[in-house]
């Protein structure tokens, strides 16, 4: 049957701060995640990702930490700027692009 | 370099009308994927085509139909429009399941 939307959580951040995103996954197949920012008024864009045989990976200013164990994911954006203002998704490449419930970060300056 | 591109942008229809809604890809893409996301909330997978010539139901598929016309093309209709249909819709597409999705910008439907 069809799902039931949830509104976002909503992480507010001093400019400055570190910022860290959750997501959970269910599917324990699953073996690439992506992170996607959504600006207002734009599709999503790529970030990072990650493949299940590593537990971490490293871009410029954002890090991603899989815990294949909980089925967790996390997004750790450092030194937040008000550019990195947006909705951010993880999305499970499996079978079908499927994405988490999305978290909207905000920065305060 | 198009990559994914959305048409209309915008589109007011009334209760009861029908329109499909075209996405088109020139990036030889093999997977294209249809989404709704309605205001404040997530990204809702309505079909998508793993390949041309097949398409596959996901999350929220009830009055929607879809059609891969080619490789390039994967277009959504709305038969009988509802305004619970009123969202927007975004159009993403990958070389694989595995790899990385473009998305377009969007289209902005309103049902009255």
């Known amino acids: 049957g069809e799902s039931v939307g949830l509104h976002l959580p909503t992480l507010s951040v001093q400019e400055g701060d570190n910022s860290i995103i959750n997501c959970a996954y269910s599917n324990s197949a699953s073996d690439y995640f992506i992170w996607y920012k959504q600006e207002s008024g734009k599709g999503p864009q790529f970030i990072i990702d990650i493949r299940s045989n590593m537990d971490k990976r490293q871009g410029q200013r954002v890090t991603v930490l899989l815990n294949k164990t909980v089925k967790h994911l996390s997004l750790q954006i450092a030194a937040t700027q008000p550019g990195d203002s947006a909705v951010y998704f993880c999305a499970d490449l499996g079978n079908k692009l499927v994405f988490g419930a999305g978290t909207i970060l905000r920065v305060k300056s | 370099n198009a990559g994914v591109t959305q048409t209309p942008k915008f589109q007011v229809l009334k209760t009861g009308q029908s329109m499909t809604l075209q996405c088109a890809q020139d990036?030889?893409?093999?997977?294209m994927y249809w989404y709704r996301q309605d205001p404040g909330m997530g990204l809702r997978l309505i079909y998508y085509s793993a390949s041309e010539g097949t398409t596959d139901k996901g999350e929220v598929p009830n009055g929607y139909n879809v059609s891969r016309l080619n490789k390039r093309e994967f277009s959504l209709r709305l038969e009988s429009a509802a305004p619970s249909q009123t969202s927007v819709y975004f159009c993403?597409?990958?070389?694989?399941?595995?790899?990385?999705?473009?998305f377009g910008q969007g289209t902005r439907l309103t049902v009255v």
């Open positions: 990036m030889n893409h093999n997977s």
């Open positions: 993403a597409s990958t070389k694989r399941a595995e790899n990385e999705a473009f």
